[in-house]
């Protein structure tokens, strides 16, 4: 397959070249990714400025791109314009330095990126451990993982998922593999003013009972690798066809 890799966290993030030393033994491997780290950026693309991309060594096999934009401007720009003479098979965006569960997806630009993939027509996943900052060891058990098992995972395209998110498990013993739904993570957001009057947002994770044990919040504590399947349709589709008979709303 012709593969196209990318990421929020950087060209040089340990995530994204640990899949590119995986899957370059039988797959043709495209990077193209920010030049430094891009995270929660979501879906932004950059509109005011050029982007400079310059060409990067990755050794044998690996033709790679940094770019001075946003996660999704990378796909951009790679399907309209670096890799437009062959778009790859699939795009792997990741291996994300931190979970993207819940409704952290609605912030990550790991899982933005591989939006922007769906959105052009290519099958997309978005790869992510559930701990910050973990030892590489991890990130190459996860590789291996999505290396063996990428091909039943590209099987649940069929199913009309544009976008698979995993997140595999990295402080319990591994379990399996679980399919899961989105669950809730809350924060104790706050803005703290420092030096030169600029506010710096902190939080850490709140706990609550908002989600139940299907959820892939609460499945990747117990050391399940949970596989989320996800559209970039955001109607929501029952409120819709609630107020369509409810009959009094007038328009």
């Known amino acids: 397959m012709r593969i196209l890799l990318t990421n929020d966290d950087g060209i040089d993030a340990v995530g994204i070249n640990v899949l590119a030393e995986e899957f370059r033994r039988d797959n043709d491997i495209f990077m193209v990714a920010p030049d430094s780290e891009r995270s929660a950026f979501s879906h932004s693309l950059t509109i005011s400025r050029g982007l400079k991309v310059g060409s990067v060594d990755k050794g044998k096999g690996i033709t790679a791109y940094a770019i001075n ?3 999704a401007d990378c796909v951009k720009i790679a399907l309209l314009e670096l890799i437009k003479d062959g778009a790859p098979d699939l795009i792997i965006s990741g291996i994300n330095n931190g979970p993207n569960l819940g409704s952290d997806i609605m912030y990550s630009g790991t899982v933005a990126a591989a939006s922007e993939g769906a959105y052009m027509g290519v099958p997309s996943v978005a790869v ?4 910050w900052n973990a030892d590489k060891k991890h ?3 996860a590789a291996k993982f999505l290396h063996e098992k990428i091909g039943e995972i590209c ?3 069929s199913f009309g998922a544009q976008i698979i998110n995993v997140n595999y498990p990295t402080t319990v013993p591994f379990k399996g593999v679980k399919l899961a739904k989105m669950g809730v993570v809350e924060y104790s957001d706050a803005f703290h003013l420092g030096e030169n009057n600029l506010y710096t947002l902190k939080g850490m994770p709140l706990s609550h009972g908002k989600n139940d ?3 892939d919040v609460e499945l990747t504590k117990k050391g399940y690798c949970t596989l989320t399947p996800l559209s970039i349709d955001r109607t929501d589709y029952r409120t819709l066809e609630r107020l369509k008979n409810a ?5």
């Not at 009959?247 to 328009?251: D, F, P």
């Open 247 to 251: 009959g009094e709303i007038k328009l």
């Open 213 to 215: 044990g299907d959820c």
């Open 69 to 71: 934009g946003t996660p």
């Open 128 to 131: 992510s451990l559930d701990f």
């Open 139 to 141: 990130y190459t058990s």
């Open 155 to 157: 099987k649940l395209f």
